[in-house]
């Protein structure tokens, strides 16, 4: 069964900290995408990458930054937590953007920010 | 700019209703594709269709059914006898390629099925 796991399902943090979220994919996949959904925003596109050490900006990449060192792997950097980075992130990949299948996504991490 | 609306922010009806979720979207590019997701209460978002562009012909599996179109920018999700394991949060998005594939989502809309 294929999936992306996401290494904690909620995390709290105080402001400050810095803070690692983590996700893993084990499809192969070329693409992986960081969001974060709020009551009624949607989900919003933080970072993506398409490929192994690259990364490209989403909506709202403010305050945030990330890492993928191997394909099966990309992780969310918050610099400095704050207060309004307080959301439930979703971690979601694919093989290619438009790929018949949409995207692979995990079960989510809801962090806390203190 | 690429936009998806979910004007409805909750539905809720009744076991065996039908009900339809509708989602209106906004882009320039000719070539985009279109999705809808769902979240159960697990959280994790669950594919359900991808629509492209050039086709417009309307899908139906099983309880589902989706109605694409173009002439106005919506593309309608139609559950049939609805069932309480239908309750979750529908999510409806939009997939172009602006120097890169990015993908906008709607709001969401929250289905609850009492039985």
């Known amino acids: 069964d294929v999936k992306v796991t996401q290494s904690s399902r909620y995390l709290v943090k105080r402001t400050g900290e810095k803070v690692f979220l983590e996700c893993v994919q084990d499809m192969d996949h070329e693409n992986m995408f960081w969001y974060r959904q709020d009551p009624g925003l949607g989900l919003r596109l933080i970072y993506f990458?398409?490929?192994?050490?690259?990364?490209e900006k989403g909506d709202i990449p403010e305050g945030y930054s990330v890492s993928r060192e191997k394909k099966e792997r990309f992780s969310l950097i918050l610099e400095s937590a704050s207060t309004n980075q307080t959301s439930m992130y979703l971690c979601?990949?694919?093989?290619?953007?438009?790929?018949?299948?949409?995207?692979?996504f995990g079960s989510g991490t809801r962090l806390t920010v203190v | 700019a690429q936009k998806v609306t979910q004007a409805q922010t909750e539905i809720s009806v009744v076991e065996k209703e039908d009900v339809t979720l509708d989602c209106v979207y906004e882009?320039?590019?000719?070539?985009?594709?279109l999705f809808w997701y769902k979240q159960p209460p697990s959280g994790e978002l669950v594919f359900l269709i991808r629509?492209?562009?050039?086709?417009?012909q309307n899908e139906i599996s099983g309880r589902y059914s989706w109605n694409f179109q173009k002439s106005t920018s919506s593309f309608n999700f139609t559950i049939t006898a609805s069932q309480v394991v239908d309750s979750a949060v529908y999510f409806c998005a939009l997939s172009v390629n602006t120097g890169g594939f990015k993908t906008i989502f709607g709001a969401g809309t929250r289905l609850f099925v009492k039985a």
């Open positions: 629509r492209n562009s050039f086709d417009e």
């Open positions: 990458s398409y490929d192994v050490k690259m990364k």
């Open positions: 882009t320039r590019d000719t070539t985009y594709y």
């Open positions: 979601a990949s694919s093989r290619n953007p438009g790929s018949l299948y949409g995207y692979t």
